[in-house]
């Protein structure tokens, strides 16, 4: 359809009275004819107006009601007098389709922006639909976005990586920041899961302690490490709600900190000392190596050094394990190759209208990132039998599968 047919069927819209429910569905079963129409043509190799001299030809047109989502339609099904043609926009012996809505929310979940899949369905079907239309389409993932964000979660997770990630959100017609808080916990069959995701003003860590009371409501009842960033108050939410719970800082985070405060002359230096720290065999070498770093650069660099010293206890946990479990603790390198991932299916989109669509569009980006997270990490079987070591009580029932 081109604009100037658009034109003409807005006009008849006004004169009508029809809504634009009715008129989008107009339009869909417009679009529905005209594409088995152009399926025959391409089928018997010449459009309806053209002169040919194939045997086959066209012979009339049966009619069919069909359902979407959008409704029912009675459309009629060309044929072919060799009974050759079997369409398939609309398959014989099915009376279900869900096209244009099902390629809108493909799209969408791909990352294009309104203005693409608008762009993408104009190629596709010759249909013009608007961003409220879009919007309707993927609104049909609301209810099965709230039975997830819902669903009933493990007793028991092994470990949980939490991050959230900033995005712009129109309020009152004005942008505003707001975050969006994501948990993936390590389960009991050795596997990566996205436990949910909730929205809120900026990171605080009075919101993640409701994040922490919303997976204990779900069912959620032993921890045995978290890994986070070094928000002010985060490790004293994690063990209000889970006072067993081991707390690991990221020690990456930590680094980029210190980072900022040294001078370029001697950042690789700096580095290379840090480095002889978080890499010490054990956490006593690391305490040497922190005496030194101490030594060295406290007086220069105090806002560098101190905070090793100061968060001590929450960065140095990871040093109670093996290399194998230290490696997937030691940092929020996990949850912020998700995040990576989210970024790459939303880039598209720099705003979001409201915080509905972030959660679609985020909602979406992690089920396709998680569609590879069918088999354990890496060496489950040795990760596993050190943590029965590390915690033979809260965790030795737990056996591979």
């Known amino acids: 359809m081109d604009k100037s047919n658009l034109k003409a069927h807005l006009e008849s819209l006004k004169k009508s009275g029809k809504n634009i429910h009715d008129y989008m569905n107009d339009l869909y079963q417009e679009g529905l004819q005209a594409l088995l129409e152009t399926e025959l043509d391409e089928h018997l190799g010449y459009s309806k107006n053209e ?17 979407s989502k959008l409704g029912e339609y009675t459309l009629s099904i060309p044929r072919d007098r060799s009974g050759s043609f079997e369409p398939k926009i609309v398959p014989k012996h099915k009376r279900v389709i869900d096209q244009i809505e099902d390629h809108v929310i493909t799209l969408y979940s791909k990352g294009m922006s309104v203005r693409d899949v608008q762009d993408a369905i104009q190629d596709l079907y010759g249909v013009d639909i608007d961003k409220s239309t879009i919007s309707r389409f993927t609104d049909q993932l609301l209810p099965r976005i709230e039975k997830w964000r819902n669903r009933p979660l493990d007793e028991f997770y092994f470990v949980l990586w939490m991050d959230g990630i900033h995005i712009k959100v129109k309020e009152n017609h004005r942008l505003v920041n707001k975050c969006v ?63 067993k719970a081991s707390t690991q800082i990221c ?151």
């Not at 002169?51 to 069909?66: D, F, I, L, P």
């Not at 009991?188 to 919303?214: H, M, P, T, Y």
């Not at 305490?287 to 806002?303: A, D, T």
């Open 181 to 243: 808080y994501i948990i993936m916990g390590l389960n009991s069959q050795g596997r990566k899961e996205v436990l949910g995701l909730w929205i809120g003003k900026e990171e605080c860590a009075s919101f993640w302690r409701e994040v922490l009371n919303d997976i204990k409501a779900r069912g959620v009842k032993d921890i045995l490490l978290t890994v986070t960033d070094n928000l002010k108050g985060f490790t004293e939410a994690i063990r209000a709600a889970f006072t």
């Open 251 to 401: 020690v990456v985070h930590m680094i980029r900190q210190s980072y900022k405060y040294i001078a370029r002359k001697n950042k690789k230096e700096f580095i290379e000392d840090l480095k002889m720290m978080y890499k010490a065999p054990n956490k006593e070498m690391a305490e040497e190596y922190l005496v030194n770093l101490e030594e060295k650069w406290l007086q220069r660099y105090p806002s560098a050094v101190k905070p090793w010293r100061s968060n001590w206890e929450l960065w140095t946990c990871f040093f109670d394990f093996t290399p194998e479990i230290r490696r997937i603790v030691y940092t929020t390198n996990t949850i912020e190759n998700l995040n990576k991932n989210i970024r790459k299916y939303t880039r598209n989109k720099t705003q979001f209208p409201d915080d509905k669509s972030a959660i679609k569009s985020i909602y979406l980006a992690c089920i396709k990132v998680s569609k590879s997270w069918s088999k354990p990490i890496p060496a489950w079987g040795v990760i596993l039998n050190d943590f029965h070591i590390a915690f033979p009580e809260r965790c030795g029932h737990i056996k591979i599968n």
């Open 51 to 67: 002169a040919n001299s194939s045997e086959n030809a066209r012979n009339g047109s049966s009619q069919k009601t069909v359902k």
